[in-house]
């Protein structure tokens, strides 16, 4: 099983910025699809943002513009920078890792980190 730790988070105020990292296990990490996802509290998990193995990314809507998700290989590692932050961004922010690991597809979750966002 692929292991995911998250760290970055914290609390900043309306207009700041902060940067998330998810840290990976495994050997094959630049294969993997990592994916961003957000739960405010009383809500839905939501998708935030993808980074694919071959770079592609893709954002939701709420976020483009502000949000910029990146993956370093060399460090088993994804980002996400997360600028211009609005109170509606407050939540635990959480790391996903989508691959095969030989013949088994799996996907892996972090145990997330809390981002404040006050007014």
């Known amino acids: 099983q692929v292991q995911l730790v998250e ?19 495994g050997r094959t990490f630049s294969s993997y699809t990592m994916n961003w996802y957000r739960q405010a509290p009383g809500k839905e998990r939501e998708f935030v943002a993808v980074i694919s193995w071959n770079g592609g990314t893709d954002y939701t809507d709420s976020v483009k513009g502000r949000f910029i ?23 635990i922010y959480y790391c996903n890792a989508e691959g095969r690991l030989g013949a088994t597809l799996f996907a892996s979750w972090g145990q997330g980190t809390q981002v404040t966002v006050s007014s």
């Open 69 to 91: 998700i990146s993956r370093d290989n060399a460090k088993n590692t994804v980002y996400l920078q997360m600028n211009s932050l609005k109170p509606e961004d407050t939540a």
């Open 7 to 25: 760290s970055g988070g914290g609390l900043v105020q309306a207009g700041g910025s902060l940067r998330l990292s998810c840290a990976a296990s």
